[in-house]
């Protein structure tokens, strides 16, 4: 496919409302005012997310036979966070203002914003800074009273730690190996904020590849180049996508090098992904607290030792906020018309293919048409208004491909199929559409 230069960079308050208004993500319970930090994907939202995340199974467990795959529960024994040291030390400084009584993290003052609540000053009153435990507690229990405190998951990679031994041993798996997830968390954000950026419920996609200490570095920067490539497959611009090596201060407790994968958001440079050398930290606090011996045969050494783990941790959420920024665009046109053009690459775009009947008296052929594609692709049949404004409304939530059905059809079976981002034209067999789809709506390997 052909893909024009962005002619007009986007906005947040552009993706936003386009989000809203044609189905992609919206604020939950948006009609009782929101949830500050949760929202809803809608029709297109939830296809583009789903493309994402069977792109990334499939990359990372379906064409590998050194990676197994798992679902976890979302609640977990509360040791298990006493072990990873979310209990105790998963906390952000947090303050208040006494005036407007807004909610900041302290080490995040410079977005604050002014006051709009003193007189004489738009300055924050703020407390001193506390700490504030981001997990967010539950009960499990049939009365309050004899009620278990336990967490919602803060990361999917603890639950991968604890299914370690159990899926080693069914998968007769040996080191290295590792273990991947896609799944759902929960953090108790002080301040929510940048849309679907920071959120306190939000879907990660965790890599733990379990190998020996002495080719740690080696795996390392292996699934950073797979994980960049990955990024670049998906179509997001190689311009606005760099990796960034955590400085010293930077390290969590848990973690020898990291480095982080970031994209030029509208608010600035930020990451979404994260690759991580976690040492042997994880199997060893769950040793200790489970009383569980975690460990593994060395088949070189034949001694007992404990993997070392590398991490990939990316964002769902975020990533599918990086696939709308990138993807956005407005295009002038001849004549000073523009368009609004959602420029996915085709494997990630909500609807594959719009099947477009010139006229209703042709709905019979264009259904079944439709009807046919529908079994591979996701369509949409719209009949409605002038062919050009039908081509605009497909291009502003990204669709591919437009296959426009004529009159000619009914006599040389053939068929046009518009391609969104050049707007060129090709008339093509009926025969031969499903084909020609599915060629150009292959990731590359």
């Known amino acids: ?24 993500i919206f604020p939950s319970s ?20 789903n493309n994402l995340k069977t792109l990334w199974w499939r990359r990372m467990v379906r064409e590998r036979d050194d990676v197994e795959g798992i679902d976890s529960a979302i609640i977990a024994h509360p040791r298990l966070w006493e072990a990873s040291g979310h209990t105790d030390h998963f906390t952000d400084p947090m303050v208040d203002c006494r005036a407007c009584k807004k909610r900041f993290r302290a080490d995040q003052l ?10 004489g000053s738009s300055e924050h009153d703020l407390t001193e800074p506390r700490n504030f435990n981001m997990m967010m507690q539950t009960q499990i229990g049939a009365s309050e009273e004899d009620a278990t405190v336990a967490y919602l998951r803060a990361e999917t990679c603890g639950p991968i730690f604890t299914a370690f031994k159990r899926v080693r041993e069914a998968s007769r798996q040996k080191i290295p190996f590792g273990i991947a997830q896609i ?45 960049m490539r990955f990024q670049r497959d998906i179509g997001i611009d190689p311009a606005k996508l760099r990796s960034r090596p955590h400085d010293a201060e930077e390290l969590s407790h848990y973690c020898l090098r990291g480095e982080d994968i970031e994209y030029e958001f509208p608010f600035g440079w930020q990451e979404f992904e994260g690759i991580h050398h976690r040492g042997t930290w994880d199997l060893s606090r769950h040793s200790e607290f489970s009383g569980k011996d975690l460990s593994v045969t060395d088949e070189e050494t034949r001694e007992r030792t404990l993997p070392t783990v590398i991490e990939t ?18 295009e002038e046109l001849e004549g000073g018309e523009t368009r609004t053009v959602m420029r996915f690459h085709p494997a990630l775009a909500p609807v594959k293919v719009a099947v477009l009947p010139l006229s209703k008296k042709l709905r019979e052929p264009a ?12 369509t949409f049949y719209d009949e ?24 000619d059809t ?32 292959e990731l590359p390997r």
């Not at 024009?4 to 044609?22: F, I, N």
């Not at 410079?110 to 007189?119: L, N, Q, T």
């Not at 941790?313 to 407005?330: K, P, W």
């Not at 006599?411 to 499903?434: F, L, N, W």
């Open 183 to 227: 799944g759902k968390a929960f953090r108790n954000e002080i301040n929510p904020r940048n849309f679907t950026y920071r959120t306190r419920e939000f879907e990660q996609a965790e890599l733990e590849f379990f190998c020996r200490a002495e080719e740690a570095d080696k795996w390392f920067e292996y699934w950073l180049d797979e994980r």
């Open 313 to 330: 941790s990316g964002g769902m959420d975020r990533t599918c906020l990086v696939l709308l920024v990138d993807a956005y665009d407005e």
């Open 384 to 407: 409605s208004g002038n062919i050009g404004r039908r081509y605009r409304r497909q291009d502003e939530v990204g669709t591919p491909f437009c296959i426009t059905v004529d009159f």
């Open 1 to 24: 496919m052909s893909s024009s230069p962005r002619q007009h960079p986007v906005t947040m308050e552009k993706l936003v409302s386009l989000c809203a208004r044609r189905g992609f």
């Open 30 to 49: 948006e009609i009782y005012g929101g949830i500050n930090g949760f929202y809803d994907y809608g029709p297109l939202g939830v296809e583009l997310k």
């Open 110 to 119: 410079d977005d604050a914003g002014k006051c709009d609540a003193r007189d």
């Open 410 to 441: 009914l006599e040389d079976r053939q068929v046009t199929v518009r391609e969104r981002d050049g707007m060129s034209q090709d008339r093509i067999p009926i025969d031969a559409v499903e084909a020609v789809l599915a060629e150009r709506l």
């Open 367 to 378: 259904r079944a048409l439709e009807a046919g594609l529908r079994r591979r692709f996701n």
